[in-house]
């Protein structure tokens, strides 16, 4: 887990929550499937968050806003476990990733504009890495490598699937308690 940076010059500062609950005994990471209607990136695999608005204190402040806001979370329901390294994007964001836990029997109110669908998969996935496709680039003068993984009938991809593998990473280095077996 890192401290919250600042954006590069050029991206906007976002901020997602990264939602573990314990789903048949087992820590599983809570996705969602944007719709068609969104501005900005249309049926994809996501983390309930966005755009830093003006009035929030910071980018937790952003990503629990929009959990809520997204699949009807509130933020009193959120337990803190830590944050991730930013994700830039070639979309020209700056994403500031939390993990958080959330109750094991939470229910969801979808946004039926912004999400499509929110489904549960099993954090060990995340860790298996024969399981990702990658392609390498160039992004902000460094490279940078943009991931896919399949997860049934949907591709996860880009900064989704980059802060699975790095939440896969982490799993591997933390205990379980530290990530939120116990939860």
């Known amino acids: 887990m890192t401290t919250v940076e600042p954006p590069p010059p050029g991206l906007r500062p976002a901020g997602v929550l990264v939602p573990l609950r314990t789903v048949a005994g087992e820590v599983s990471v809570v996705l969602a ?3 068609e209607r969104v ?6 695999v996501c983390f309930p968050g966005g755009s830093r608005d003006p009035g ?10 929009e959990t809520e806001e997204e699949l009807g ?9 830590g944050s991730m390294e930013p994700v830039p994007t070639v979309t020209g964001f700056y994403i500031q990733p939390f993990v958080a836990k959330i109750p094991d029997g939470a ?3 979808l946004n039926e504009f ?16 024969s399981r990702y496709r990658a392609a390498e680039t160039t992004f902000l003068g460094k490279p940078y490598m943009v991931y896919f993984l ?7 991809w880009g900064a ?16 379980l308690k530290a990530i939120g077996q116990e939860i």
């Open 33 to 35: 499937r944007r719709t």
């Open 56 to 65: 929030d204190r910071d980018l937790l402040a952003t990503a629990l806003r």
């Open 150 to 156: 399949d997860y049934g009938r949907l591709t996860i």
């Open 73 to 81: 979370i509130r933020p009193a329901d959120v337990e803190l476990l």
């Open 107 to 109: 229910r969801f109110l």
């Open 114 to 129: 912004e999400m499509a669908e929110v489904f549960d998969a099993p954090l060990s996935l995340f860790s298996d890495f």
């Open 160 to 175: 989704t699937a980059r802060i699975l593998h790095t939440l896969g990473e982490l799993a591997l280095r933390l205990p």
């Open 39 to 44: 501005p900005h990136h249309k049926g994809q």
